[in-house]
Each structure stands twice: as C-alpha cells, then as structure tokens.
C-alpha cells in the first residue's frame, strides 16, 4: 500500500455502503480476502433498486452476524425481516450470506457461505465451497441460523401468503430440512468470498455457478469495476485513482534512483486502464525489476478463462 492516508480514502460511496481504498484493494488483490466492508457492497449491487416483484432477495451480511450468535431481537434483524419492509413471503428465494469464523480468536479465519431459503421448494439450501454439511461447525452453524429464522418466520409471517410458481398458499417453514447444493470447490483458503457472491448473484434454485479457479481473478477484476462504476456511486473514483496513479511513478521513479534493499508496494491505480497488482520494486539491478502479478482491467480481458462466458450447471 502507499500511506494510510491514501488508502483511507473513500473510493465507494453508495447512499447506505461505503468502502475506502484500502478495503477495496485488500479485498480484491490477487489472494486477498473478501471483507465483510466489500461484502456488503457486492450484496447491495446484486440487490438492485428493484424490490417490488423481485422473486429473490440477499439478505445483508450482517444479519446472519446476529443470527450466529442468536440475537434475533436485534433491531437490525426485525427490520430485515419484517413483512412491512421486505415482503419476504413474496419472493421465491431469501438469500443468507454467512461469514463464520472458524477460530474464535482469530478475526483472520473466516470462511463464506450461503444459506437460502427456498419458499418454492420448501426448504433451506447450503452452498458452501469448501465444505459440507457433514463438517460439524458447518452443521451447526447452519442449524443455529436456520433455527432463528424460523422463529422470526413464526412471528412476523404467521397468517401470510406466500407466491410459488402454481399458487398462493399460507407458508410455514418450521419443518423445512436443510439440504446441500453441490458446488464447485475452492483450492485456497482466500476465494470463499468471491465464490459466495456468484452463488448469490447467480442461484436460483436449479442452476449453480460453474466456477473454476481460473476464473477468479476475472471475476474479481470485473466485480470491482462494476462495484466502482454502480450508478449509486457518486465519488469521483477516477479521479481518486489518476490521483494513486501519479503517486506510484514518483515512487517507482525515487526507488529506481536509490540505493539497493529499498522496495515499495503498490496498489491500485487509474491509468488508461484500471490497474491492480501488488508489486515490489527493487533497485538493486541495472533498470529495476517489477515482481508481482499485475493486473489489466479492460473490456478485452474481462471474459471468464479467455474469454469463455460463465457456465451454469445443474444442482
């Protein structure tokens, strides 16, 4: 990164999110980690401004933060759930995004799922990238948020109707299992994140993602454009960007024409193109070396595994 002042700034703006710099280049950099900050952001997007009619609906990430640790009363969570703001028994699919953190100590370990609720196929659907519902924390996870939203179901939707594709019938969910969606495994443990949000974009109850790991950085280039770039967005990020951009030739430029041992790394930067790598520059040789992995976003290398579009397959 350049300095915490650089890095602080606000890049995305939306009229309920918000993200600086550092969280955006943190959690999209080659290896990097989804924050829960970006999380929230990608969601918003996925939601859209349509809410009447729509027949799917991904519930905020913090919400399941509550649920995990039962505080179904929290004002956030009634709010949420409520038939007066969200009209869930309208829509087909609610959509669960989870962040469980597998080490109670360690606010580094955490791990991305989802958990939806089908209302057409009465039941509640796990897709998980790295584990099953045979993993036992994963197990009772689900079960502990599962459990909180059939409580919040039985108070706020008791004599309601819900829409499926046949008919409008009263809905209770107390008795709906819990069921796991095969979906294509991660190899890492940095691309949960990315894998949650796809199967939350993409899963309708029949098709899931056919993601490869190859896929990846695509996907998270083309997600920070579309998040920098949403409608909503009204920071000057270009500008903020250019602004980075000019930063790291004068750094480049001064540790080019220094001594040996000196390195800097960059982060993100608006040039003709948008530019994210993470990168050391050293000066101890003839004209300086770039390590790292740099990344172009541009139109032309925006398609998925060179140029393949997105595969959908069946559950």
């Known amino acids: ?139 009772q996870c689900c079960n ?13 939707y008791a004599q309601t109707l819900c829409y499926t594709d046949t008919a409008q019938t009263t809905k209770q969910i107390e008795n709906n299992e819990t069921v796991q969606i095969p979906v294509p495994k991660q190899t890492n443990n940095h691309d949960c994140g990315f894998h949650m949000l796809m199967h939350a974009q993409h899963w309708d109850g029949r098709l899931v993602c056919e993601l ?32 980075e951009y000019a930063l790291w030739q004068r750094l480049q430029k001064w540790f080019y024409n220094t001594g040996p041992n000196y390195s800097v790394s960059a982060s993100v930067f608006w040039g003709e193109d948008l530019l994210f790598f993470s990168s050391h520059f050293f000066s101890g040789d003839d004209d300086g070396t770039a390590c790292g992995s740099m990344w172009l976003l541009e139109p032309r290398c925006w398609g998925l595994g060179g140029g393949e579009e997105l595969q959908m397959i069946a559950a």
């Open 212 to 243: 490869h790991e190859k896929d990846i950085p695509n996907i998270r280039k083309i997600l920070a454009h579309t998040w920098l770039s949403y409608e909503e967005n009204d920071v000057d990020w270009e500008s903020i960007l250019n602004a």
């Open 144 to 156: 502990t948020i599962t459990s909180g939203i059939k409580q919040l179901w039985k108070i706020y």
């Open 1 to 139: 990164m350049f300095s915490g002042r650089s890095t602080s700034v606000v890049i995305i703006n939306y009229l309920s999110n918000y993200a600086t710099l550092g969280h955006l280049v943190d959690s999209v950099k080659p290896g990097g980690k989804l924050t829960n900050t970006i999380a929230e952001i990608g969601i918003h997007v996925i939601n859209g401004k349509k809410k009447r009619g729509a027949t799917r609906w991904v519930m905020p990430l913090y919400i399941t933060t509550f649920l995990q640790s039962q505080q179904i009363c929290a004002s956030a969570v009634k709010h949420a759930l409520t038939k007066s703001e969200n009209n869930l028994n309208h829509r087909q699919l609610v959509l669960f995004p989870v962040l469980q953190r597998l080490v109670s100590s360690d606010i580094q370990s955490g791990h991305y799922f989802l958990i939806v609720l089908n209302l057409r196929n009465n039941r509640f659907e796990v897709l998980d990238s790295m584990r099953t519902l045979e993993n036992e924390a994963l197990a």
